[in-house]
């Protein structure tokens, strides 16, 4: 059965779609233009949860506070989200600010405070402004609404161009289980504006741990398989919250469903991971790297990032440049093991190398197919029988721009 | 002592400088504008020989010729070197092709095949021009004269903008011996056109093997601590060769003047590399980062590179923008122990970040000094006593023109 047999996605779904979810934005005025600046999900009740958090050493305050609710019992009831502060390398301060964050809005929301989770986006080493979002957060319970998923996307965007939002449908014990998801980009880091954040929410009956487990497993192919500029933001976080409202059977591997369910769940997040690196900042196409035959999991997935991070490759990709070169020296550098005499690429369906040999191709076409807005490059490592998909975005002026002008 | 009385620059001094050296440069066709593309340093007698090459697992053929040579005997005489064509990824063929370079070599300066090294550095995958490149050979004898320092220089270009030599003179045992180097650049990898190579030639009295040494350690410190891109050339590498002409007695570490000699192959090799960083393509500026206070010297350096690689960083260095958010951010994500409770950065001689907290600076003075053509930042980690200093570029509209529409 192949991932489209075990999933649908849902037209118009969003974050709300599965039962027990409501969802909204305002705007509290930390981002200067009038634009949603504070968001949140909440639950009719304690919904089982994880999380995924930045590997950088400087973790945001927001993370430390998420990490310990969720540390209290696995369960989240509401997740709030600022844009335009990240509150990042803001010391002691920082810390008892998230903290007061996340105590305004249990008192908002009527939960304890070990049931909210905090995340924030924006400027680095600048103090929250306690005051506005204070009173931001006392107004979110009546903008918190079913029909409020598109103002909570709103409402974590930063540099983004687009709203990133996808629901699937799976089947569990013959009733409808649906999966949601929300994400932001468009950088791995942009410390002053950006950050990756994404929220998932499902109906799923499912405990906390074997959710913990789905999530970190899809991560490490999804989320963590993007790059836009090779750099980690300090504030990254995903969270997965499940309310347990479809009313089928508790969901754990073994269960007959889980297969569908797992799918379901990569599938959104993959499908969000896709979405950041399309809408990196200044890109004007999606980059897929596919790395077949690899000796390990771990080679696969290096060379594919190495080559889907390459500065030269992805001004290649811009330049609508078929220029192998530049991808098989990344595979080269990414310090893994290659034969170095039975590598094969294609760009599309393009083979411009076989077996570590150049392949004479039709430039013309291959120019053709880069001008695309979707371009995909597979290496075959015939090596083994491991592989990978990285994602990622060609690099252009507007890039250099967009980060060389930014915080003035 | 310090280095700077340990030895001198000599003003207008090139690789012919040390005695025993003469170098050259021609046009044999491989570039096809009227560029020189075909240049070599010859010796008087065998010299002792060291060199360093590429970790890409994809080393080009003319590196494995040039390792077999060395490998003989500690010793080269002659070294080849075009631009126009990598001779890599060329398998079986070009590896005949770079001995055939070799061969063609010896004969012209008659000397022994393994007493040649070749190098080359231009488009991969494409066969060489043997005719062409056989016929320049057989010409660069009388090319090769005691004034041919800068055609050397032109014939190893090919998006640098500037050549890169210099000379130092140190004093050994009463006497002058001299140190000289010449580089190409201007990025890690671009391997359609560019590669960085380095050439040292020195008349000091040295054996191969402490030479290989020295060579080896300084490397780590001067050109493995540049970046343009983050990319590694499949070609990339240096070679040092010691004519023993000065006169002067054996040097080994031990010799009451190693340290000056070391101190005066040390700025040859630091000079290089930051020439090549400067001139990295679409550059307007050096980036310096030196880090302090590091708990090993491998943090040190991979902190120092990956903050000199970040794009963010590199961007906003364009822009003159002090954006210290984006050093501490990549300064977190080295994979390096860090304290986050004590790092302090300074952006030339402005203090931005003090034991992690924000200071308030002059940002009109900041974006002036950022506008300068040298970019200083300072790291101090205060967790130990091991420093490093990388150099980089800024990441500008100009590099992304260059590499987009590079083959076309």
New interface residues.
């Given amino acids: 059965m192949n991932d489209h047999e075990q999933f649908t996605v849902v037209p118009d779904g969003g974050l709300t779609t599965p039962a027990g979810f409501r969802a909204g934005g305002l705007h509290c005025g930390l981002k200067k233009v009038e634009r949603y600046d504070l968001g949140a999900v909440v639950c009719e009740v304690p919904a089982a949860a994880a999380a995924v958090y930045t590997?950088?050493?400087?973790?945001a305050a927001p993370l430390k506070v998420t990490r310990e609710s969720l540390a209290a019992g696995g369960k989240l009831q509401a997740v709030v989200v600022n844009s335009g502060n990240a509150n990042?390398?803001t010391?002691k301060q920082g810390e008892e600010d998230a903290r007061t964050m996340r105590a305004a809005a249990a008192q908002a929301f009527g939960v304890e405070e070990h049931l909210v989770g905090v995340a924030s986006t924006g400027?680095?080493?600048?103090l929250l402004p306690m005051d506005k979002l204070g009173a931001g957060i006392a107004r979110l319970p009546e903008r918190v609404k079913l029909d409020g998923s598109d103002d909570f996307c709103q409402a974590i965007l930063t540099t983004d161009l687009v709203q990133k939002m996808i629901c699937v449908k799976v089947t569990v014990d013959g009733r409808p289980v649906y999966i949601a998801g929300a994400a932001k980009g468009s950088?791995m880091?942009?410390?002053?504006m950006a950050t990756m954040l994404g929220f998932i929410t499902t109906d799923a009956n499912i405990d906390a741990d074997p959710l913990q487990k789905l999530l970190s497993g899809v991560t490490d192919s999804t989320f963590n398989m993007i790059t836009v500029?090779?750099?980690?933001?300090?504030n990254d976080m995903v969270v997965a919250m499940a309310s347990g409202l479809s009313g089928s059977a508790k969901l754990a591997p073994g269960h007959p469903d889980w297969e569908a369910f797992a799918a379901g769940f990569r599938h959104v997040s993959e499908y969000l991971a896709k979405a950041i690196a399309r809408d990196g900042e200044g890109a004007t196409k999606l980059v897929e790297v596919q790395v077949n035959g690899a000796a390990s999991i771990e080679a696969a997935r290096a060379i594919a990032k190495t080559i889907v991070?390459?500065?030269?490759v992805k001004?290649?990709c811009?330049?609508a440049?078929a220029?192998?070169?530049?991808i098989?020296?990344?595979?080269?550098?990414a310090g893994q093991?290659?034969n170095?005499?039975t590598v094969d690429i294609r760009i599309g369906d393009i083979s411009v190398?076989e077996q570590?040999?150049?392949v004479k191709f039709d430039e013309e076409r291959a120019?053709e197919y880069l001008k695309g807005d979707l371009v995909g490059i597979h290496v075959d490592l015939h090596m083994g029988t491991h592989q990978a998909t990285a994602w990622g975005c060609d690099?252009?002026?507007d890039?250099?721009?967009i980060?060389?002008?930014?915080?003035?």
Same sequence: chains 1, 2.
């Fill in positions: 590997l950088n050493a400087f973790q990042a390398c010391g400027v680095i080493g600048e950088g880091i942009h410390p002053n500029d090779g750099d980690t933001s300090t991070g390459s500065s030269l001004s290649a811009f330049g440049d220029n192998w070169g530049r098989i020296a990344a595979a080269g550098r093991p290659i170095t005499e190398l570590s040999r150049p120019a690099l252009t002026y890039y250099v721009r980060n060389a002008a930014y915080r003035t």
